[in-house]
């Protein structure tokens, strides 16, 4: 065996250990708790004082009944809900033809001073539930919730 | 004309003619969804370019780690032809990807950690082929586009995993409890149609790739000895 052949093997070895390490790191590290895409309503309160003034992403549940638009049809205001909290929530924007009660949404925004939070970017979070249009959606809140994937890190 | 027709070729016609009845069955026969509408029939390119695109990526590092281990030009080759086929689905999954996001999340792009890890895998892989292109010599060439070949893989199973390990907008993997049933044959035969087309053209592309190769290594032909009066 050349000696230029045996060092490629070894570094074959090294490659794929270096991979796998790295892999392990991402997977194990536990990377997700410093790097939230968004926060529940419950993490939300919790923060309280510590999430005012900074641009956050909020993601729950459209509570069901609090969707109220205004007269100019601009002012759009809902409630966000994990099951356990609710956080109130202003829009300055159109949302999606998607948005609903009990649809899941992302909202990119500020907490106000009076606990309500002000979003102009909403994004709606479909789940992986796909039905024909004459099937029931017999899910109840909890299972909406457990779509979000709140336990995610 | 039937000894011209190589395997490879058998395995690209019966993927065109699967993509085609899939095709036809997702758009025509199977219903639209029921808060989506017709938009959701996208997930049957969607998906289907997504499982391919990480299988092509999946048979890059093992060619890549049969390239260093044996030496040979043929997975060197092989290595090539996915990498190229790879991006290519990843760059239709990432196109297909924002139009349906726009239809249903509201917006184009989020940096939510599937998209990110989806787009660092097409950046990585077409970083892979910007390398091989800069080095000229045929043995560094193979080894150092192989060993980032395999450090680059690292993102693929981030991309499949990331969105039951994080939270993210996008949503995580279906199963046949959570579609319709009349949507998962289209699904089923667009996956196996993407995955025949894209073998065909890894084939094709490393047959093109191995021969450019040994031409590489061919000596010089002599200049035509021009006949002197």
Excluded at chain 1, 5 to 16: G, H, Q, W
Aim: hydrophobic share 50%.
């Amino acid at each position: 065996m050349s000696n230029e052949s045996r060092s490629r093997k070894v570094l074959a070895i090294v490659a794929v250990l270096i991979a796998g390490g790295a892999l392990t790191f991402l997977a194990m590290g536990g990377i997700g708790e410093n790097l939230v895409y968004y926060w529940s309503p419950s993490e939300l309160k919790e923060a309280g004082e510590g999430a005012r003034g900074a641009t956050v992403r909020l993601g729950g549940l459209v509570a069901p009944g609090s969707i109220e638009r205004g007269d100019d049809g601009l002012a759009l205001r809902f409630a966000v809900t994990d099951g356990t909290e609710t956080v109130a929530v202003t829009a300055s924007t159109v949302p999606p033809a998607m948005f609903r009660e009990g649809i899941g949404v992302v909202l990119e925004g500020e907490l106000a001073g009076d606990g309500t939070f002000h979003t102009e970017r909403l994004m709606v979070k479909h789940d992986n539930e796909y039905r024909a249009p004459e099937e029931e959606d017999g899910r109840s809140m909890e299972d909406l919730v457990k779509s979000l994937q709140l336990e995610n890190g | 004309m039937i000894e011209r027709l190589k395997w490879h070729h058998f395995v690209g016609l019966l993927g065109l003619a699967i993509v085609v009845a899939g095709t036809w069955i997702g758009l025509f026969v199977a219903p639209a969804e029921r808060h989506m509408g017709d938009v959701m029939r996208i997930m049957y390119v969607h998906v289907p370019s997504a499982w391919s695109a990480l299988l092509c990526f999946t048979f890059v590092f093992v060619a890549a780690v049969a390239s260093l281990w044996t030496s040979r030009k043929r997975w060197d080759a092989y290595m090539t032809g996915g990498i190229e086929v790879g991006c290519v689905l990843t760059a239709l999954l990432l196109v297909q990807g924002s139009i349906w996001a726009r239809a249903t999340w509201g917006v184009w792009w989020d940096w939510d950690v599937r998209l990110t890890t989806s787009l660092v895998m097409l950046l990585l892989f077409c970083g892979v082929l910007a390398l091989r292109s800069f080095i000229e010599e045929a043995n560094r060439r193979a080894t150092w586009s192989a060993i980032a070949a395999i450090v680059a893989f690292v993102d693929v199973p981030l991309v499949y995993f990331c969105v039951r390990w994080w939270r993210s907008l996008h949503q995580i993997q279906s199963s046949p409890e959570t579609v319709n049933s009349a949507m998962v044959l289209p699904l089923r035969l667009n996956a196996v149609a993407f995955l025949l087309i894209a073998i065909w053209m890894i084939a094709i592309r490393a047959r093109i790739e191995l021969a450019r190769l040994q031409a590489e290594d061919a000596p010089e032909p002599e200049p035509l000895a021009i006949e002197e009066r």
